[in-house]
């Protein structure tokens, strides 16, 4: 087995929760092409031929309720990928509340068995988390989603920033028990995207460090490989050949721990630096946590989604 084989998904099932477009959709193709089967959760349509499609309105407990009853059966990894802007009616439950109620009835039902792993999409909006611990904690006390949701009401926390530093602190806080449970789980902050959500609130979220990337020559990061072949003739090759050079030097200096290694590989306009675009794991002894670049396809993979190795590999 060479290290590439580590992140193939023949013979897994994984759940990608938010597929339909953006960072979602580009990563059930990524799963999909690594050889997962894939089902997508969405509430908007599911057009990824091949995999299984579940309408669910995560604003609505009994909606995912009655998703996991679909579903059936267990999951090998779980991408939640869904998230709405500020100013969307129950953005508390569409960007946590709903994806925490999701995992809780999955490990209920015993569907995410040992050597699963769950990987959440958060945002360069969720760091500095810490800080605000103690409240968010409170949040994380709640025991179920009406409670939660009334104690974001209570407190005018029904926003963005707040939801995704509740991820952040609701991953940090679900690592040891989860751990014990033999279940790996992580999260991802990227900056601005350029995705249809982003697009939908365009000066606010691509706004974001323009005046930086407007500088140094670069865009907000855009799904890799994107008719990459018409518009950037020898990038795909030289993105492979520096994927391959990252995934060597991550193997020379990996610690054995089960903390979380980040990897950056960027396309930006035709040039490939280290912009704000992640391939992210949760790393086991010995273990680089870099997909390897042959499970790349044109048109299916966007530079901050999250892939982890495949459930019984580490």
Known sequence: MTLFDAFRYDGKRALVVGGASGMGAATAELLQDAGAEVVVMDFADVTLPGAKAIQVNLADAASIDAAVDELGGQV???????????????????????????????????????GSAIGFISSAEGLGWEANLPLLNELLDTPDFDSA????????????????????????????????EGIRINAICPGPTDTPLAQANKEMWLGFG????????????TPLLQRLG????????????????????????????????????????????????GLVGTTWPNRSSSPGPDRLKSGTAAPTCALWPAADTV
């Open 76 to 114: 090998d990894t779980l991408f939640s990928c869904a998230g709405v802007a500020d100013g969307t009616p129950g953005i508390e439950k569409i960007n946590f509340i709903g994806h925490r109620h999701l995992i809780d009835r999955l490990l209920a039902k015993h569907m995410l068995p040992r």
């Open 149 to 180: 949701a009334r104690w974001v009401q209570e407190h005018g926390k029904a926003d963005y920033m707040s939801m995704k530093q509740a991820i952040c602190a609701y991953v940090a806080r679900q690592a040891f028990p989860l751990l014990k």
């Open 210 to 221: 323009s005046d930086y990337r407007g500088e140094v020559g670069v865009e907000a990061s």
């Open 230 to 277: 018409d518009r950037w003739p020898g990038v795909l090759a030289e993105t492979r050949r520096l994927l391959r050079s990252a995934v060597t030097d991550a193997e020379r200096s990996t610690r054995a721990t089960s903390s979380s290694m980040v990897m950056w590989v960027s396309l930006s306009s035709g040039r490939i630096g280290p912009v704000n675009c």
